[in-house]
């Protein structure tokens, strides 16, 4: 059986020789909220992840064009990879240079070895898992997990927000849905052998 991430993948490539605006914009939808999960997770903003998925999308449009993508992985395993190698040489210049860029050549890009597109592959499983145990989880630990994690809401908004008595009442129940949460991942998802 031919799974459906290829049938779309191979869409996307042709629609991209075809040039299709409604491939890229497809490949825009499906891909980007797990670069803008990961650079927002790393110290970064929307800006800064749609920047990096702009950078990671044109090195793939252009090897797509040239009639040179390698591709070995899906694409969003591809994408992934590129986008984290790029967000984490941003994060290392800034953090060691704070004058001078460094040029990163397209063969710098691209994901390097076999190594690097498994351990995006295994992170993919991992963050499918994680938002099959979040459906799962139910109202009001989903939203308040949300609020806490993704959105940076302090302790004080939470309890002003959900109705506790006061913030202890809060962070008891944060720690009882993070622990349910825990148990429904686990139950999801599996560590590969």
Same mark, same amino acid.
């Given at each position: 059986?031919?799974?459906?991430?290829?049938?779309?993948?191979?869409?996307?490539?042709?629609?991209?020789?075809?040039?299709?605006?409604?491939?890229?914009?497809?490949?825009?939808?499906?891909?980007?909220?797990?670069?803008?999960?990961?650079?927002?997770?790393?110290?970064?903003?929307?800006?800064?992840?749609?920047?990096?998925?702009?950078? #990671?999308? +044109?090195?793939?449009?252009?090897?797509?064009? #040239?009639?040179?993508?390698?591709?070995?992985?899906? +694409?969003?395993?591809?994408?992934?990879?590129?986008?984290?190698?790029?967000?984490?040489?941003?994060?290392?210049?800034?953090?060691?240079?704070?004058?001078?860029? +460094?040029?990163?050549?397209?063969?710098?890009?691209?994901?390097?070895?076999?190594?690097? #597109?498994?351990?995006?592959?295994?992170?993919?499983?991992?963050?499918?898992?994680?938002?099959?145990?979040?459906?799962?989880?139910?109202?009001?630990?989903?939203?308040?997990?949300?609020?806490?994690?993704?959105?940076?809401?302090?302790?004080?908004?939470?309890?002003?927000?959900?109705?506790?008595?006061?913030?202890?009442? #809060?962070?008891?129940?944060?720690?009882?849905?993070?622990?349910?949460?825990?148990?429904?991942?686990?139950?999801?998802?599996?560590?590969?052998?």
């Amino acid at each position: 059986m031919i799974s459906k991430a290829l049938v779309t993948d191979a869409a996307i490539i042709e629609g991209i020789l075809q040039d299709d605006d409604a491939a890229l914009s497809r490949l825009y939808k499906l891909h980007f909220p797990m670069v803008l999960f990961f650079v927002q997770s790393n110290n970064g903003t929307d800006d800064d992840a749609k920047d990096i998925f702009q950078e #990671a999308v +044109i090195v793939f449009y252009e090897k797509i064009k #040239a009639g040179q993508l390698e591709l070995n992985c899906q +694409i969003k395993t591809y994408l992934y990879s590129i986008c984290r190698r790029l967000w984490l040489k941003r994060l290392s210049r800034s953090s060691r240079f704070s004058h001078g860029m +460094i040029e990163d050549t397209e063969s710098e890009l691209a994901p390097q070895a076999d190594g690097d #597109a498994e351990q995006a592959e295994q992170n993919e499983l991992k963050f499918e898992a994680m938002g099959n145990a979040l459906a799962q989880l139910g109202e009001p630990c989903k939203t308040l997990l949300e609020d806490f994690y993704l959105r940076s809401m302090g302790m004080p908004e939470i309890t002003e927000k959900f109705g506790y008595t006061n913030v202890d009442s #809060a962070k008891n129940q944060k720690y009882k849905c993070l622990m349910r949460l825990k148990k429904l991942f686990f139950l999801d998802y599996q560590v590969p052998s």
